[in-house]
Every structure is written in C-alpha cells, then in structure tokens.
C-alpha cells in the first residue's frame, strides 16, 4: 500500500504510521488508528485527496483544538 505513505501525516494526531484505506459498502475511508480520525467518500481517490486537504488545512483545525481547550478551562 504505496498509497498510505503519500497521505501521510494523520491531520489530527500527526501520526503517519497507524493509517489505513479501508474499504465499506459503498465508498472508502481514510483511517488513522492512532486517534480514530477518518475521512469517506465514495473511491479511494477521493478520500485520499479529502484526506490531503484537510492535511494542508491543518492549522485550521489548530486553532479549533485551541478554542475548545479555552472553552473547557
Ligand atoms: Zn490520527
């Protein structure tokens, strides 16, 4: 799985070696093991390009992790 390599890292955790493509019933996900962190859409392609862009859009998600650690304090 050649694949897994190119999507690394995981978005969420960071992680790059607990990802996987896992195949369901009428689509594919993008699954990271390490956080349970997963993205779907109906191919492989797809999800594999969901799954970059929300790589790229990481500090996004950043800055929400941070907003909701202000919240709970
Ligand atoms: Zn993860």
Do not use: Y
Request: proline content about 3%.
């Amino acid at each position: 799985m050649e694949e897994i390599a190119e999507i690394s890292p995981c978005p969420k955790c960071g992680g790059g070696s607990n990802l996987a493509i896992v195949g369901f019933k009428g689509g594919q996900s993008v699954e990271c093991w390490s956080c349970h962190f997963s993205i779907s859409r109906t191919d492989e392609a797809e999800a594999i390009a969901a799954w970059k862009q929300r790589v790229n859009n990481d500090e996004i998600i950043n800055i929400e992790n941070k907003k909701r650690r202000q919240n709970d304090n």
